[in-house]
């Protein structure tokens, strides 16, 4: 894993919790801690969900088991 992946905002729950990727007024995007990125339109429930298999932000693989 290299520095960037290890210090990514956005997938690197174990120090900083979900971060959003964008966040404007009620919409929001952000990766979850199971790998799961979602999107919603009202602040607290995502309207879209899909489980990836590497962040879009750092390219560290996620959901390795």
Do not use: W
């Not at 199971?34 to 996620?62: H, K, Q, S, W």
């Amino acid at each position: 894993m290299t520095e960037k992946q290890k210090n990514c905002l956005y997938c690197s729950h174990d120090l900083k919790g979900v971060v959003p990727i964008v966040e404007d007024g009620g919409d929001f995007l952000a990766i979850e801690d199971n790998g799961t990125i979602i999107f919603g339109t009202d602040g607290a429930v995502a309207d879209y969900e899909r489980l990836l298999n590497f962040c879009p932000m750092c390219g560290r693989e996620l959901n390795k088991d």
